[in-house]
């Protein structure tokens, strides 16, 4: 009884960590995706303003 416990213990465990795993990709992901949008629009701000 006391070893079905633990593996079923360390089953919900590494289910949360990979849910945490995975959500931290998925932040990491969206962030550096947004931060390299803001990045191209402003450089084409930039280009815009020098050409004028």
């Known amino acids: 009884m006391k070893d079905e416990k633990n593996g079923t213990l ?3 465990i590494a ?4 849910a945490a795993a995975i ?3 998925v ?3 969206l ?3 947004e ?8 450089l ?3 280009l815009d303003c020098s050409i004028q």
């Open 10 to 12: 360390g089953i919900i």
């Open 15 to 18: 289910i949360v960590t990979a």
């Open 23 to 25: 959500s931290a990709a």
């Open 27 to 29: 932040t990491a992901f």
């Open 31 to 33: 962030l550096i995706n």
């Open 35 to 42: 931060k390299k949008k803001k990045d191209e629009e402003e």
């Open 44 to 46: 084409e701000r930039y």
